[in-house]
């Protein structure tokens, strides 16, 4: 079995985490490091989404920093199987759920009845970037329900088949896209909207809000040179 890395801050700080051997990437510490410094205010106290987990380094090192609970769902049995033994490692089991499930049917089954969610992180694989599109969609729309803002059929994506509105994002929520450089996702989804861009070589983290959560940065995109080339500085587990 693989190496994820370690948590690198908070209460499981150091705690090394297993990856599975499926060809999945890490989030590299340069990566969670950026990461968690923007979201370092957020964190306390917060429900967190990790979607195409992997491993589950992202949602159990916001759990480290002191995240409430967080949901883990990744479709792969194995990857299912390793983010369990990894929030055992964390000491985090009581604090974590992992759901193995496709995340676009988690988001349209299960994601309004456990959220609402103050952080989504979305890691799908690169070679498959509609899969972000389309969980960002499903997020977008769930923004919208939240806010009333949504139509009351059952089949509009955040909307309960009662046909109130379901929390599936707190208003101040964000959501944290990790995707090929290359392949950006759109700047607006919905009621979500871009508010800044960090690139790591070839891995960049595309941030959103939801429209009137905050202010949008002027600098919008910015890149962060990787401390090892970037054929390197790509993970090999998420």
């Not at 988001?107 to 899969?131: C, M, N, Q, T």
């Not at 009333?148 to 929390?167: D, E, I, K, Y």
């Not at 208003?171 to 508010?195: C, D, M, N, Q, Y």
């Amino acid at each position: 079995m693989s190496d994820a890395g370690r948590v690198i801050a908070g209460s499981a700080r150091g705690t090394r985490l297993l990856a599975p051997d499926a060809g999945t990437r890490p989030l590299g510490d340069r990566v969670k490091e950026t990461l968690f410094a923007i979201l370092e205010p957020e964190i306390p106290g917060a429900a967190v989404l990790d979607l195409f987990a992997g491993s589950g380094a992202g949602g159990i090192e916001a759990l480290s920093r002191g995240a409430a609970r967080a949901v883990f769902v990744e479709r792969d049995a194995a990857a299912a199987r390793v983010i369990a033994a990894n929030l055992v490692r964390a000491r985090f089991a009581e604090r974590g759920t992992v759901v193995r499930a496709e995340a676009l049917t988690y988001l349209a089954e299960r994601a309004a009845a456990d959220g609402p969610f103050d952080l989504v992180l979305i890691d799908p694989p690169y070679a498959e970037p509609h899969l972000l599109e389309s969980a960002l969609t499903w997020l977008g729309a769930g923004a919208s329900a939240s806010a009333g803002t949504a139509g009351s059929s059952a089949g509009t994506p955040g909307v309960s088949r009662t046909g109130t509105s379901a929390l599936l994002l707190r208003p101040e929520a964000w959501i944290v896209a990790k995707h090929f450089w290359r392949t950006p996702p759109p700047p607006a989804v919905g009621l979500l909207a871009s508010v800044r861009t960090r690139r790591f070589g070839e891995t960049a983290l595309t941030f959103y809000r939801q429209a009137g959560s905050g202010p949008r940065e002027t600098e919008e995109s910015a890149a962060v040179t990787p401390a090892r080339p970037a054929s390197e500085s790509e993970e090999a587990a998420r």
